[in-house]
């Protein structure tokens, strides 16, 4: 049975993925609305587990206090639900396809080592959303996995499944931009949120 998270801990985990971010940000990643976020942060904040930064990177944060609290209160969840090597089954697999979508981003920003991919060649450019979708065909059973297992996992499919179906109407952009929801930010995320919850250093990664 999917098992939802305790609203405070999702705003924290939205915030450790992101980085920075605006409540809405937080709320399209977590599956919350918008205004809960915004209370959940101010009384965070009154804790000092959160900050808001004006500047060059402008939004909330976790402060160390409440990244700890973040990092407690997951694997608090995790043993409380009994599923840890259920979860770690679906990060391995996930893991397995995770250089083959490196080598197709590769492969959408370079034609080879020397040549940069100006999309003017459209063959080329459908071949490789080609092999995008092969691979999305592989990781949707591992996100059935972990949907079935955590609720907070249900907002990665339908962010993919836009993505890519951005991508095939003609949206260059929706395979690799970095700051908007590109099939590889989505990705990456997905690939944080797997090593967050499951306590693992991407330095450890592939000593488990």
């Known amino acids: 049975m999917t098992v939802p998270s305790d609203p405070r801990l999702l705003v924290l985990h939205g915030l450790r993925l ?8 937080v709320a399209d990643l977590v599956g919350l609305q918008p205004d809960d976020v915004a209370g ?3 009384e965070l904040h009154a804790e000092e587990l959160v900050l808001y930064r004006d500047g ?8 160390p206090a409440g990244r700890a609290e973040q990092e407690e209160r997951l694997q608090a969840e995790l043993d409380a639900i009994g599923r840890r ?11 397995d396809l995770n250089n ?7 492969a959408w920003q370079m034609k080879d080592e020397a040549t940069i991919n100006d999309h ?13 979708c092969d691979l999305h065909a592989k990781v949707e059973p591992i996100i059935g996995d972990l ?19 951005k991508l095939k109407s003609g949206g260059k952009d929706w395979f690799t931009k970095p700051l908007i929801d590109s099939y ?23 000593a488990h």
Do not use: M
Not at 100 to 106: A, E, I, N, S, Y
């Open 147 to 165: 949907e079935a297992t955590l609720a907070r996992f249900h907002s990665y499919r339908p962010r993919l499944d836009a993505a890519l179906d």
């Open 18 to 25: 992101k980085g920075f971010a605006q409540p809405d940000d």
């Open 184 to 206: 590889h930010t989505v990705w990456f995320q997905l690939h944080e949120d797997l090593l967050n919850t499951l306590g693992i250093e991407r330095s450890q990664e592939g």
């Open 40 to 42: 959940l942060l101010d």
């Open 85 to 95: 090597d259920h979860l770690f089954d679906a990060y391995k697999r996930f893991l």
């Open 56 to 63: 060059r990177l402008t939004g909330w944060a976790l402060t």
């Open 100 to 106: 083959d979508l490196l080598g197709v981003c590769t």
């Open 120 to 132: 003017a060649d459209e063959a080329y450019d459908r071949e490789v959303i080609g092999r995008l």
